[in-house]
């Protein structure tokens, strides 16, 4: 008889009716026979409890609940999971059903200690699917602190999509300090303490919900969301310059910084405290006129030929 190793999946919720049935239904339904659940709940206010505690008469079934956010709520999962392999999934996406199934034997077939699956948006107008986007993928297959930053994003190892195995899950925790970019900085931090084999399974399909209208941009310009840079940049300070991932971690950065500083001045918002180190390290960094946009966006945004000679 075949020998199917317990594979846990971690579910962070909060506040999660609108689409938590269909994510749980994605995973009750997966033909992979021996799942573990952890649900962790962050102190839900709607129906998100009534819809979970519907679903732990389900074998390996686990509810945890707390007040604080989603690395939190990671974490414990990740202390208190029994599996051999581990997958975090958001309470608003879902997967295919042959998801674990297919993940589990690519990870096998390729040799791997961590795979990403392909990676679909999914967008929605009034709970009805408009159109899935396939996103494209390039992937790096040995992955060190060195070179960790090298399309981190385009390979898909910035966020959580991905089944660990048990040593590399457990090698690092989430700051609990981010709500923002924390996946980015976990996967930076499993890579310096073990460097693993990455790949992709190109036959499951993760979906990554978007709703049409909603303004995601302008929900995550708080301060709270900014603590990123701050933790990031300490992270780029500390990186060898000679090696590839000193000039991606720096692309990143860059990269985020004028995007949340354009955002935070188009809609008029003061840009917080916590992005000031960053904006002073590119000041200091950048050669070109464009570092005056880091002191003084408003002004470099409404002529983009302002400078101030040295």
């Not at 581990?86 to 059903?97: A, R």
């Not at 992709?200 to 310009?221: A, F, N, P, Q, W």
């Not at 003061?270 to 002191?295: A, E, G, Q």
């Amino acid at each position: 008889m075949k020998k199917y190793p317990l594979i846990s999946v971690i579910i962070p919720t909060y506040n999660s009716e609108k689409f938590l049935e269909e994510c749980l239904d994605s995973v009750l339904n997966q033909t992979y026979p021996n799942i573990e659940v952890l649900i962790i709940d962050g102190g839900s206010t709607d129906s998100t409890i009534k819809i979970i505690k519907t679903y732990l008469n389900n074998p390996n079934w686990r509810l945890f609940e707390t007040s604080k956010g989603v690395s939190h709520q990671r974490n414990i999962g990740i202390i208190n999971f029994n599996g051999e392999y581990v997958y975090c999934l958001d309470s608003d996406d879902y997967f295919d059903i042959n998801f674990i199934k297919f993940l589990y034997e690519d990870l096998l077939e390729q040799g791997l200690d961590i795979i990403t699956p392909s990676i679909s948006t999914a967008l929605y107008r009034d709970k009805k699917l408009l159109k899935v986007n396939k996103l494209k993928c390039v992937i790096r297959r040995d992955i060190n602190k060195d070179n960790f930053f090298v399309d981190a994003y385009d390979s898909f190892l910035a966020g959580p999509t991905k089944l660990y195995k048990k040593e590399f899950a457990k090698a690092a925790l989430y700051d609990e300090n981010l709500c923002c970019g924390e996946d980015l900085i976990y996967n930076y931090n499993i890579s310096v303490k073990k460097p693993f084999k990455f790949g992709i399974s190109e036959r499951s399909t993760y979906y990554y919900r978007k709703v049409d209208g909603i303004d995601s941009v302008g929900k995550r310009l708080n301060k709270e969301n900014t603590m990123f840079f701050p933790k990031f940049l300490k992270i780029l300070k500390g990186l060898e310059k000679s090696t590839p991932s000193f000039e991606g971690a720096t692309k990143i950065l860059k990269e985020d910084c004028n995007a949340w500083i354009t955002n935070f001045v188009s809609r008029k918002i003061r840009i917080p405290l916590n992005m000031n180190s960053t904006r002073w390290y590119f000041f200091i960094n950048d050669r070109s006129k464009k570092r005056w946009f880091y002191l003084f966006p408003k002004k470099y945004l409404k002529n983009n030929s302002f400078h101030i000679d040295k």
